[in-house]
């Protein structure tokens, strides 16, 4: 099932998640779920929290992008960065902030604890693409989006866009939530 992706401005994403206790059928359906939104987006990852639930749950795939076409899809359950190596700038964007991308700087290495849709606890090192994309939906966990992360000058670049979006002024080709911001004092749908 497809579900609506929350928007920029919606409090969820700017919440800390809580923690899955463990795996029964309704978070089997979550992830099924969040599989299909995510394909059909398309994205390459997406957070429980971009599908509506504040739970410490991502699922990516980066197998369309031809130098990762190898790398399985992966479930992530409750993860944690036990510690990071390096940096890298890589170009970001994210299905909760239509339409805006920008250069993000982060760790290059990252090794991270997680449990996988069995609930099986791993320990494992991730780098490049895995690792960005990894990172990238372990903040929405923690309330935080890339456009965050953006170095001074180019948050200044892509605010106008982040403002139209928090007033419903954006155009996406998959199921949104509904908007409810705060334009000038009155609350509009
Ligand atoms: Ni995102």
């Known amino acids: 099932m497809i579900l609506p992706i929350t928007i920029y401005s919606d409090?969820?994403?700017?919440?800390?998640?809580?923690?899955?206790?463990?795996?029964?059928?309704?978070?089997?359906?979550?992830?099924?779920?969040?599989?299909?939104?995510?394909?059909?987006?398309?994205g390459i990852g997406l957070a429980a929290p971009q599908a509506g639930s504040s739970l410490r749950?991502?699922?990516?795939?980066?197998?369309?992008?031809a130098e990762y076409s190898h790398i399985s899809p992966m479930v992530a359950i409750n993860p944690v960065i036990l510690s990071s190596k390096?940096?890298?700038a890589m170009?970001?964007?994210?299905?909760?902030?239509?339409?805006?991308?920008?250069?993000?700087?982060?760790?290059?290495?990252?090794?991270?604890?997680?449990?996988?849709?069995?609930f099986v606890l791993h320990t494992r090192e991730f780098s490049g693409m895995?690792?960005?994309?990894?990172?990238?939906?372990?903040?929405?966990?923690?309330g935080k989006l890339f456009v965050d992360r953006?170095?001074?000058?180019?948050?200044?670049k892509v605010q106008k866009?982040?403002?139209?979006?928090?007033?419903?002024?954006?155009?996406?080709?998959?199921?949104v939530a509904p908007l409810v911001s705060v334009v000038e004092g009155s609350r509009v749908v």
Request: charged residues 30%.
């Open 11 to 42: 409090e969820i994403l700017r919440k800390q998640a809580v923690m899955v206790e463990g795996i029964d059928k309704s978070i089997r359906e979550l992830i099924a779920n969040m599989f299909d939104t995510m394909y059909k987006a398309p």
């Open 57 to 65: 749950l991502l699922v990516l795939d980066i197998s369309c992008m």
């Open 86 to 88: 390096g940096y890298l």
């Open 150 to 156: 953006l170095q001074k000058r180019e948050r200044r």
């Open 161 to 175: 866009d982040l403002d139209a979006i928090a007033a419903g002024r954006f155009a996406a080709s998959y199921p």
């Open 130 to 142: 895995l690792a960005r994309v990894l990172q990238h939906e372990i903040d929405h966990l923690d």
């Open 91 to 118: 170009e970001e964007g994210c299905l909760s902030v239509p339409g805006v991308q920008g250069d993000v700087v982060r760790p290059a290495t990252i090794s991270l604890q997680y449990r996988d849709e069995e």
